[in-house]
T-cell receptor, first 117, second 115 residues
Framework: DSGVTQTPKHLITATGQRVTLRCSPR?????VYWYQQSLDQGLQFLIQ???????AKGNILERFSAQQFPDLHSELNLSSLELGDSALYFC????????????????FGAGSRLTVL | AQKITQTQPGMFVQEKEAVTLDCTYD???????LFWYKQPSSGEMIFLIY??????QNATEGRYSLNFQKARKSANLVISASQLGDSAMYFC????????????FGQGTTLQVKP
């Protein structure tokens, strides 16, 4: 157990629907990162939150949004789902406090596998 | 432009032998970090080893070592004494600069260990 909890583990839904993926970071970690892993695109960085604020943005579609709550858990909302959104969605967390000088290793959750039919 | 390149989609190695997985990177930032992660068939991402751009020594963690050649911009992972449990996908990743911990990943290399 990595300490990063993601729910649900599996999700099957239809095109056009909306889903919410949830992530609880490891105790003490302030940063949460979302990644999408698909066969054709590999591991793509979506977005990062640090202590409730957006810190970095990657290739996140406008149909997708995320937020980090005061208790530091994060949610990734995916709307108007398309077949191509089927993927494994990872959440990772790290300590990241200000200017990064060390490893700041990202610890990954087990992932949420989304299937859009 | 691809920032992290792993040119070996698949590799085979005999059990108990050593194997090197290649990774090259591209950045103009003098401060960066290089990471290797392992993804077994079960799907989780497991951190293996880290090398900072200013580190003078190559990083080692048990059977894993990172062959860091800064001038060549390469950060190859060496696994010694391969075990059947090493069969997995291996990802090289880079963090650029110091303002965010986000990692950019390569496409991965699938390693199969033969008995």
């Amino acid at each position: 157990d990595s300490g990063v909890t993601q729910t649900p583990k599996h999700l099957i839904t239809a095109t056009g629907q909306r889903v919410t993926l949830r992530c609880s970071p490891r105790s003490g970690d302030l940063s949460v990162y979302w990644y999408q892993q698909s066969l054709d695109q590999g591991l793509q960085f979506l977005i990062q939150y640090y202590n409730g604020e957006e810190r970095a943005k990657g290739n996140i579609l406008e149909r997708f949004s995320a937020q980090q709550f005061p208790d530091l858990h994060s949610e990734l909302n995916l709307s108007s789902l398309e077949l191509g959104d089927s993927a494994l969605y990872f959440c990772a967390s790290s300590v990241e406090a200000g200017r990064i000088s060390g490893a700041n290793v990202l610890t990954f959750g087990a992932g949420s596998r989304l299937t859009v039919l | 432009a691809q920032k992290i390149t792993q040119t070996q989609p698949g590799m085979f190695v005999q059990e108990k032998e050593a194997v090197t997985l290649d990774c090259t990177y591209d950045t103009s930032d003098p401060s960066y970090g290089l990471f290797w992660y392992k993804q077994p068939s079960s799907g989780e991402m497991i951190f293996l080893i880290y090398q900072g751009s200013y580190d003078q020594q190559n990083a080692t963690e048990g059977r894993y070592s990172l062959n860091f050649q800064k001038a060549r911009k390469s950060a190859n992972l060496v696994i010694s004494a391969s075990q059947l449990g090493d069969s997995a996908m291996y990802f090289c990743a880079m963090r650029e600069g110091q303002s965010t911990g986000k990692l950019i990943f390569g496409q991965g290399t699938t390693l199969q260990v033969k008995p």
